[in-house]
């Protein structure tokens, strides 16, 4: 069992390990996700023949896109909140 005096140190920080820190790291991994999800639905759109399901998919697709200019405007710092 490690004592104080011999306990590791933790590694050095990589560029990967840095990389996880930076809130653009996942941001970018998101805004992914985020049009993913996004492209999917609207293409179910023309996969149903119900008309509340696929308003509900366009709904779907039009809050996801608000999502993804909210994380555009936070990586770009271009609204007062993010400043």
């Known amino acids: 069992m490690p004592t104080a005096k011999t306990a590791a140190k933790p590694a050095a920080t990589t560029g990967a390990a840095t990389a996880e820190h930076d809130p ?16 999917h639905v609207r ?17 779907t697709a039009e809050i996801l896109q608000g999502l993804i ?12 909140a993010w400043k």
């Open 24 to 39: 653009r790291h996942h941001t970018a991994n998101i805004k992914r996700m985020l049009n993913d999800v996004r492209d």
């Open 43 to 59: 293409q179910d759109v023309g996969q149903v023949d119900d008309p509340k399901a696929q308003a509900l998919f366009e709904v």
């Open 69 to 80: 200019t909210a994380y555009d405007h936070f990586e770009s710092r271009s609204e007062p």
